[in-house]
C-alpha cells in the first residue's frame, strides 16, 4: 500500500477540477462527480508545438518542433487544415477537417484563419450551396479543443479578446448565411470542438466508444470562450450545462442524445451518409430540428426567476466548498452564464472578456503547465526507442489484493494484451481479487461507461492461478511482463524474483511495485538483473494516474521501454525517477510527515494542523492523510525514511508519535480510530476523541502560538525543498517532472502547478530567505538545499 492512498475517498483531483455539483431536478439537491485532470482538456493529448521546458541547470526537458514545410496549395489538396470541399447533387456541402501531421484536429489560430478563407470561398454566395455538413476525415477525432500552444504564446491576455471576437462573429455568419449546418461527430468534440458543433443546427453522432463531447476548459483554469457559456444553456438547459461545464465531464452519445446535446446517434458506418440525410432534409423543410422539451420540474427551476435563485444558491454553495475559493473559473463561468440570461445583447462579449481575463490568472497558468507536462511526459518513451522492441501479449500479476487486482484492472481493461495473469497464494485470496475486477467493471456498465460485452471480455482475459493450480509454472513460462505487487519485506521480494526467473523465458521483465525498498537491493541476487525494474503505482491504482518507473543501474534499455509502454497503455503518466530510498514522491513526503509530528510536539492541535493544509490547497490534511493511508503504513514509511539517507532533512520531529498510536491498535480509518474516531454508518462524522487528545497532549512538549501561514510554511517547505534536492540530486530529470509528480501522486495544490512552479510564483529568494529564518528559529532541518540558494542567488527561475 502506498503512501499516497488518501486519494481513495478525498481524491486528488477534485482539487485539480474547480468543479460545482449537478442540481437535481426534483429537490434542488447537489451531488458530486469527479473527474481526472488528465482526461482529454481544451487542448489535443499531443500537438507538435505544445511542450514543456525547464530552465533547471540539472537536466531539462526540452521540446523543440522541426522546422515546418510552408505549405503550398494543389488541386488535390487546396487547404492546410481542410479536406477539399465536396458539394454532392443535392446542393450539400462537405467540409472535413484534417489537420496535417498529427492524429487529431485542434483549432489553432491558423485553422481559424483558414477556416473562413475556406468559407468565403466555397460557401459564401456560393448558389450550388443549400447545406453544410462538418466532419472530421480522421478516424475517430471530430475536434479535440483549441490549442493551448496559441492561447499561451500571447503575452498580453487581452489581445485574445478581439481574436476571440472575430471567431465567435465568423459563427455568427453562418447564421446569416441561411444555410442547414450538420455537425457529423465520431472521437472527442471536446472544447473548441463542441463550441463548433453547437453553433450547428443538427448534431449527428456515432455509438463509438470513441465519441465523447464536453466543455472541459475548467480543468486549465479557463471557461469555454466560443459562445459555450452561452450556447450550451440554450441546448441542453441550465443545469445539465452548468454540471458539463462546471465539472469538464465528458457525455457519451446515449446520454447525449437524452439530454439534446445531440439530435442523432448512429453507428459509426452509417455516420456520413445519416449527417449529409439531414442537412438534405434540413435544406428541404423535411426535418425539423427539434429542442428537447422541458419536465414540469425544470421548466419551474429554469424559466423562473424563483426557480433559478434555487439553482445559483446551490451551485455557488457547492462550488465554494469544493474549490475553497482557490479555483476562479468556476464563478467566472456562472457569471457569464447569469449575465448573458440578464443582458443577451452583451453575452459573447462578456464571455470573451472574462475568458481574457482568466488567461492572465496563476491558476490557470499553473493548471495549463500541469497539462503541458503531462502532454511531454506521454512522448518520453522517445527516450526509450529500442529497435525491434519485444512484444508484449502476455502480463502476470503477483498478489491479488487492493495492488495486484487494481493493476490487473487496468492491464486487462486498457492494454488490449491476450492474457492477464492473476496470481496469489490461494483461492481466497485470488477470488478476492476477481471479484474486485468484477464488481468495478458492473459500476462501469451500470453507469453506461463500459458495455457488457467489454465487461465479460475483460473479464475473461483474466486468468486466476494459484500456488496449487498445476499449470500455473506453463503458464507463466509464456510471460512477457511479471509485476510483483506483495508486501514490502526485502527477503520476500528477492524469493519471489528467483522463483519467478526459474519458470519464466529469459526475456521477461519483472517489475516490483515496491513504495520504497531500493530496486538493485531487489535485484541485488537476480540471475537477470537486467530484466528487473521498479513500477511504483498509487492506490487506488484505476483511480490515480501517477506511475513511478525505477530503473536500477543495471536495467537494460529494453527493460525501461518495455516498463515504460506498459505503463502508457494502462493509462498512466509515467515519470522516470532514479533508484533512491522512497524514490521521489515517498522522498518527499518524509519531511513533510517529520514536520507534522514537530508541530503536534509544539502543541498546534489537530485540526489547525488539517485546516491549515487543506487552505493552502491540498486535498486533505496531514493527519487525515495518515488516517486515511492508515497510521501502520505512515509509521513504516517515516521510519524507513529516517534510517536512509536523508540525514538532517528527516530530523525535527519525533515519527515515533506514530509507533506509540500501532502500539495502541490505532491505525487510522481502516480499524475506525487513528488521530480521528470514525464513526459506523455511511454518514458517520469523525471526530477527536478524549483519549486521543489526551495522548497527543502528553506528546507535546511546549505549546507554540502559530498562525496559519507559519503552519503552512514549515510543513510545505519541507516538502519543496525535498523536491529540489531530489531535482538537485538527478532523483528527477527536471521541474516538469517534480510537479506532475508531487500534484498526481500526492494533491500537492494543482492550481499552485506543482512545487517548482509554486516556488517560481513566490519567488526562489524570497523562499529561501523564509527558510533560512526557520533555521535561526527552528534547526538545520529546514536549510535550503544548494540548488534553490544558486537559483535565489540569480533570480532564476525552475520553468521558463
Sequence with gaps: MMITRAAVRHVTHRAILATSARITPTAALTSWNDQRFQST????????????????????????STEKKPFVATPERQYEFFRNVEINDKGVALIQF?????????????????????????????????AVVFTSAKPNMFIAGADI???????????????????????????????????????????GGLEWALWCDYRVCTDSSKTKLGLPEVKLGLLPGFGGTQNLPATVGLQNAMDMMLTGKEIRPDKAKKMGLVDLVVAPASLRQAAMDAAEQLATGKLKPKKKPKSWMNRLLEDTSMGRSIIWNQIDKMVKKNTDGHYPAPFSIIQCVQYGLENPAARFKNEREQFAKLAATPESQALIGLFEGTTALKKQDEQFKVPNLRKVDTVAVLGAGLMGAGIAQVTAEKCGYSQILLKDRNDEAVARGQAYLYDNWTKKVQKKRMSDYQRNKNFSSVVPLTDTTPSWKQH???????????????????????????????????ATNTSAIPIRDIAANAKRP????????FSPVPNMPLLEIIPHEGTSDETKAIAFNVGTKQGKTCIVVKDVPGFYVNRCLGPYLVEVSALVRDGVPLEQLDKSIKNFGMPVGPVTLADEVGVDVTSHVAKFLSNADLGVRMTGGDVTLMEQMVAKGWLGKKSGQGFYTYGKGKNAKKTISPEVQSFVKQFATQKLTLDEKEIQDRIVSRFVNEAAKCLEDGVIADPVVGDIGLVFGTGFAPFRGGPFRYLDQVGVAKYVDMMNGFVDKYGPQFEPCQLMKDYAATNKKFHN
Design 41 to 64: 482538456a481544451v487542448a489535443a493529448e499531443s500537438t507538435s508545438r505544445s511542450s514543456s521546458s525547464s530552465s533547471s541547470s540539472s537536466s531539462p526537458t526540452k521540446s523543440s
Design 98 to 130: 484534417d489537420c496535417p501531421g498529427k492524429s487529431v484536429n485542434t483549432i489553432s489560430f491558423a485553422f481559424a484563419k483558414e477556416a473562413q478563407q475556406l468559407w468565403q470561398t466555397e460557401i459564401h454566395n456560393n448558389s450550388r450551396v443549400k
Design 149 to 191: 500552444f496559441d492561447i499561451k504564446q500571447i503575452e498580453n491576455k487581452q489581445d485574445l479578446i478581439p481574436l476571440i471576437q472575430n471567431g465567435v462573429e465568423f459563427f455568427q455568419s453562418w447564421k446569416q448565411e441561411g444555410l442547414p449546418l450538420v455537425a457529423a461527430i465520431e472521437g472527442p468534440a471536446l472544447g
Design 476 to 510: 507463466f513460462s509464456k510471460a512477457d511482463v511479471i509485476i510483483e505487487a506483495v508486501f514490502e519485506d526485502l527477503t520476500l521480494k528477492q524469493k519471489i524474483v528467483a522463483d519467478m526467473e526459474a519458470v519464466t523465458p529469459d526475456h521477461c521483465v519483472f
Design 530 to 537: 537486467e530484466n528487473i525494474i521498479g513500477m511504483h503505482y
